[in-house]
T-cell receptor, first 112, second 112 residues
């Protein structure tokens, strides 16, 4: 039981490049979400999914796309990276809306 | 819109003493969940405690308790018998439906 896994751990992109951050969970959780954490701030919700085929926007969705083709996987796509997207990205999952979310270890992204 | 406020950027506590970390929230919804997470210097997000808006009793998890005052819209975290390993960032969060908002965090330092 690996919990929530994220790859890569670190990534450096040039402005304008695209990439996908991977997130997978093996707990059969319906709810998955992506957050970004900037220095001195709490986490901010980017996108979330309540089940396979269902996604919705969070607080800061611009510049990011998501899809949920399986229960296990919830990739986050940066379409055209910008320096403002330099951040630490966390994926999380939970059994429905309530109670504990399990977080992945995070991906540190730098856009130059 | 939902909002979470943590007014203490940093706190110090002597080892073995109790400490209270403040959190206030704002929402017009009657149904919501309140969470506390710990983020050590290693960066992972660790779930500590949860309180539902309809829960009549304050939540407790080992040395952690949540002082829930609904009328004042506060959800303070109390850590009893502080340990050196409690030194970390602490985040308060609120979930309303599928929207999750985090406070800016409080850095707790436990002194030996």
């Amino acid at each position: 039981n690996a919990g929530v896994t994220q790859t890569p751990k670190f990534q450096v992109l040039k402005t304008g490049q695209s990439m996908t951050l991977q997130c997978a969970q093996d707990m059969n959780h319906e709810y998955m979400s992506w957050y970004r954490q900037d220095p001195g701030m709490g986490l901010r919700l980017i996108h979330y999914s309540v089940g396979a085929g269902i996604t919705d926007q969070g607080e800061v969705p611009n510049g990011y796309n998501v899809s949920r083709s399986t229960t296990e996987d919830f990739p986050l796509r940066l379409l055209s990276a910008a320096p403002s997207q330099t951040s630490v990205y966390f994926c999380a999952s939970s059994k429905g809306q309530g109670r504990e979310q399990y977080f992945g270890p995070g991906t540190r992204l730098t856009v130059t | 819109a939902q909002k979470i406020t943590q007014t203490q950027p940093g706190m110090f506590v002597q080892e073995k003493e109790a400490v209270t970390l403040d959190c206030t929230y704002d929402t017009s919804d009657q149904s919501y969940g309140l969470f506390w997470y710990k983020q050590p210097s290693s960066g992972e997000m660790i779930f500590l405690i949860y309180q539902g808006s309809y829960d009549e009793q304050n939540a407790t998890e080992g040395r952690y308790s949540l002082n829930f005052q609904k009328a004042r819209k506060s959800a303070n975290l109390v850590i009893s018998a502080s340990q050196l390993g409690d030194s970390a960032m602490y985040f308060c969060a609120m979930r309303v439906n599928n929207d999750m908002r985090f406070g800016a965090g409080t850095r707790l330092t436990v002194k030996p």
